[in-house]
């Protein structure tokens, strides 16, 4: 069945560096995946997705990969700042178009 | 623009009692979503309606029904709360093609 995972439910960085979070995932028929913000108390807000025949997008101070020959996502945020601090979701869209959700990393920055 | 709009924002129930919660988008979505989110787990979908008129079972259906009352509205039913059922809910709306998905604020239930 469908597994979307993170490799580590925790991550602390310094104000300014960068950010990587990683995400792993098996169904290799999944035509986007997404990455979503959750800050606390508050429903998750969407960052970036990627389609699954790229392997690079970026945004503004994000960056995703997508390699799918180890099936490994990740998102990777420039110059961290304490409005980064939330918990990420990396999630992919099904044949059906149904997002299915990992698990969540806690991102926080320290000052 | 509020966008998704979920009512009550907490809840306590007892076991055994029933209670619907409300969910409205202004956004003139087509498709709409209730997750659960448990601690330390992402959200599962619990039912969606692609379009005005259906509504689909998700990965955690059971003890749950669902309404898609208009364009605008999904509801959410527990017919008999078990503790199990505690957890925080989200409703979602986006259109079909779309990856991006808005969700409300949540509601948290507790059942007792």
């Known amino acids: 069945g469908e597994n979307v995972g993170l490799h580590l439910p925790t991550l602390s960085v310094q104000e300014g560096d960068n950010s990587i979070i990683n995400c792993a995932y098996s169904n290799s028929a999944s035509d986007y995946f997404i990455w979503y913000k959750q800050e606390s108390g508050k429903g998750p807000q969407f960052i970036i997705d990627i389609r699954s025949n790229m392997d690079k997008r970026q945004g503004q101070r994000v960056t995703v990969l997508l390699n799918k020959t180890v099936k490994h996502l990740s998102l990777q945020i420039a110059a961290t700042q304490p409005g980064d601090s939330a918990v990420y979701f990396c999630a992919e869209r099904g044949s059906a178009r149904q997002l299915t959700f990992g698990s969540g990393t806690q991102l926080t920055v320290l000052p | 623009n509020a966008g998704v709009t979920q009512t009550p924002k907490f809840q306590v129930l007892k076991t055994g009692q029933s209670m619907t919660l409300q969910c409205a988008q202004d956004?003139?979505?087509?498709?709409m979503y209730w997750y659960r989110q448990d601690p330390g787990m992402g959200l599962r979908l619990i039912y969606y309606?692609?379009?005005?008129?259906?509504?689909d079972k998700g990965e955690v259906p059971n003890g749950y029904n669902v309404s898609r009352l208009n364009k605008r509205e999904f509801s959410l039913r527990l017919e008999s709360a078990a503790p199990s059922q505690t957890s925080v809910y989200f409703c979602?709306?986006?259109?079909?093609?779309?990856?991006?998905?808005?969700f409300g604020q949540g509601t948290r239930l507790t059942v007792v």
């Open positions: 309606s692609a379009s005005e008129g259906t509504t």
């Open positions: 956004m003139n979505h087509n498709s």
């Open positions: 979602a709306s986006s259109e079909p093609w779309a990856t991006e998905a808005f």
